[in-house]
């Protein structure tokens, strides 16, 4: 019962997402033709732009408010031994956001948005005045011995991630981000990844937080006999969400497609987020239109994942950290795609001869 009413919630938040407005497109496109350029000069930027438009149904939204929602979670798969770091830095890096010293602390201030720090599953007891208290388990159960969460869990996280872009939304955010942190999740997300688009653990997994070679080697062990023990079905997101993924995972699957479903863009970060944009995808196919691609991870995997999700990363800068700071990055491509298309002249204004 209570299962099937939370099904209903998410099923109701799944269909509003829409196809994008073609005319606020179209109406994008007249407007960058008749810009002092030749025409699709500004490359990707233009992409944006219009993108933005078909998102948002407006040519030049205003998106001044934004927002990196970083989801905090533990892994039990961390008892196997597949990071290079304690599960306790979870926790202690949650403190670290709070206190503005994290790298997508620094990213976020400078491209004037707020990072919205969330504990969705940490295994510790948390308490910041500026936390979001979300928990619903301390930690994921090992999945390297049964499911990591249980299908109802999966789906609150889910309806969290949405609820969290409504809260954002009401206080007049409009673009949004996503982050994480959480010992192992990289471990998860390329489990997530080599069930949903069936390639090995082997191409799915990379070193993370650093891992050497023989780390690695049993941490594609460890993704396999998780996905053997627990025989995720390839055809139901939730069922491979809910046995191999991560609370973190989920909640922000949860966050891509509340966006989506408020006509917000919102910009996918590294490989973990990667892996909730995938499930996102699979949920809800037309929220893909809805997610702007950030940056090309180092983790080895993350370009197959962005193809299978069919997103075009805009920055590669051989970053591997995760917690939203490739996404912050790109905070700054948007606002110069929309800057273009407002402040720039046209040929008419100008005087400037059109080809
Ligand atoms: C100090 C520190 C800060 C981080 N910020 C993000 N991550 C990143 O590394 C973790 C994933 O890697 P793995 O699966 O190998 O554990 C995640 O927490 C991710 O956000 C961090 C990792 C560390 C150690
Ligand atoms: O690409 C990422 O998001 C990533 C890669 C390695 C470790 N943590 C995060």
């Not at 099937?4 to 497109?25: K, V, W, Y």
């Not at 031994?81 to 201030?109: H, R």
């Not at 082997?202 to 937080?209: D, H, L, V």
Request: contains cysteine; aromatic residues 4%.
């Amino acid at each position: 019962m209570v299962q099937s009413n939370l099904c209903t919630q998410f099923a109701h938040e799944i269909g509003r997402i829409r196809p994008l407005d073609d005319e606020a497109m179209r109406m994008t496109d007249v407007r960058l033709g008749n810009l002092t350029k030749p025409p699709g000069s500004l490359g990707k930027l233009e992409d944006i732009a219009r993108q933005l438009a078909g998102i948002t149904g407006e040519v030049d939204p205003d998106l001044s408010r934004k927002a990196i929602i970083v989801m905090a979670a533990d892994h039990g798969v961390c008892a196997e031994g597949i990071s290079a770091f304690p599960a306790d830095v979870t926790p202690q890096m949650v403190m670290n956001f709070l206190s503005g010293g994290a790298a997508v602390n620094v990213l976020a201030k400078q491209a004037g948005a707020d990072v919205v720090c969330v504990d969705i599953g940490v295994n510790a007891e948390l308490e910041h005045p500026d936390l979001y208290a979300r928990k619903l388990m301390h930690g994921t159960n090992n999945m390297a011995q049964g499911r990591a969460m249980e299908h109802d869990t999966a789906v609150q996280a889910l309806l969290t991630g949405i609820e969290l872009v409504e809260t954002l939304w009401n206080k007049g955010y409009r673009l949004f981000a996503t982050g994480e942190m959480g010992i192992g999740n990289t471990t998860a997300s390329a489990a997530v990844m080599s069930v949903l688009t069936g390639c090995s653990p082997e191409e799915a997994a990379g070193r993370g937080t650093g891992i050497d070679d023989a780390r690695l080697a049993h941490k594609i062990e460890v993704i396999r006999r998780s996905i053997a023990i627990n025989e995720p079905n390839v055809e139901d997101p939730f069922d491979v969400l809910g046995k191999i993924g991560g609370l973190e995972i989920a909640g922000l699957a949860g966050v891509i497609l509340g966006a989506a479903a408020r006509r917000c863009p919102v910009v996918i970060d590294g490989f973990i987020s990667s892996a909730a944009a995938l499930i996102a995808a699979r949920m809800a196919p037309d929220a893909v239109q809805y997610m702007i691609g950030s940056h090309l991870s180092n983790e080895q995997a993350h370009k197959k994942l962005l193809d299978a999700i069919g997103l075009a990363p805009v920055i590669h800068l051989d970053m591997r950290l995760g917690e939203g700071t490739g996404a912050a990055l790109c905070f700054h491509l948007i606002e110069a795609a929309q800057r273009l298309l407002r402040e720039m002249a046209t040929f008419d204004s100008a005087g400037v001869s059109r080809g």
